[in-house]
């Protein structure tokens, strides 16, 4: 997969390839240790404003400079992905939300990385919170859910979707 060496996190040897349950991955020749290729969890966000507007941010950070996206990011180790999901909103907009949902579970590819299982939850703002852009952020806006704008990320995008299917079938519902 790549040429450069690896060593074991327990013991330091150099690591041999080894194929496991069919898989050519490296493991200790020392230890028990298996340098598994295991996906990063991230969530993306879709929160509602008092109105049902949704909340996004124009991104201040690489990759995706100046373009708009969902609150979200990766989850920590010790952390329920809910309680990331809520973290990462207070952190870019700066404001604190309730989740109320999940929308969706996302498998995001990458070439020359590994890949990410992304959560997206539907949440809305606390009472009386006010979203102001986090550092990672230019700016934040809201926007009623079918005006919002292109978001930089495909599993953004996603989770959009699967919220304005949510947001229409409601309307149904209710007329
Ligand atoms: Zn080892």
Not at 41 to 55: A, L, N, Q, S, Y
Not at 71 to 93: F, Q
Request: proline share 6%; aromatic share 6%.
């Amino acid at each position: 997969m790549n040429s450069v060496s690896h060593y074991c996190v327990n013991c330091g040897s150099a690591l041999e390839p080894r194929v496991v349950e069919g898989r050519d991955l490296e493991a200790c020749p020392s230890c028990s240790f298996i340098l598994w290729h295991d996906p990063k969890v991230v969530t993306m966000v879709v929160v509602e404003d008092e109105r049902g507007d949704v909340v996004v941010g124009r991104r201040s950070i690489e990759p995706g400079y100046g373009l708009w996206c969902l609150p979200g990011g990766y989850v920590n180790d010790d952390e329920h992905p809910a309680d990331s999901a809520t973290r990462e909103c207070r952190e870019e907009i700066g404001a604190d939300v309730e989740v109320t949902g999940l929308l969706g579970v996302y498998h995001i590819r990458k070439r020359d990385a590994p890949s990410m299982v992304g959560i997206g939850y539907r949440a809305r703002l606390r009472p009386g919170e006010v979203p102001i852009a986090g550092s990672e952020m230019l700016e934040v806006a809201a926007f009623p859910g079918s005006e919002v704008p292109e978001l930089v990320f495909t599993s953004h995008r996603q989770a959009m979707r699967d919220w304005l299917a949510i947001w229409e079938q409601s309307r149904v519902e209710t007329t």
